[in-house]
């Protein structure tokens, strides 16, 4: 009985809005944390060229830093989505909330994953599913550890 009294004013996204207002300031900063990384990135960019290294070995690694770094980029745009669509979610009120079992979040979580859109238990399983299906798909992988 007394559980249920403790529901009384908790809204349906479970969350209220000074928390909200927290997340969100959390948010803004890391959006603006990698916004900058991501700028310095592209400046810093394009100032070796490769004629500097007439090595063909060099030239090979020059490359190779080039790939590493649209990697970054790429990996680094994608979380600006994360947080962008996380951003999204404080406003329209679901922010905190499972998109898979709809419970919510834990705070631990949230405080270290603001962008995170599923709960522990549902992360966890959706990573084996994928492990699982990432060792199926090979062929010649060696044996694993049982
Ligand atoms: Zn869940």
Redesign the pocket.
Known sequence: MNARSERVGEKKAGMNQEKLIYYKGLLEGKLRALLDEAEKAVNGMGRERSEDFPDPTDRASLESDRNFQLRIKDRERKLIQKIKEALDRVEDGTFGT?E??G?PISEKRLMARPMTT??I??KTEDEQKERLEKLRGTKDAPKFPS
Do not use: G, P, S, V
């Open positions: 499972c898979a079992c419970k599923q709960c238990d549902c």
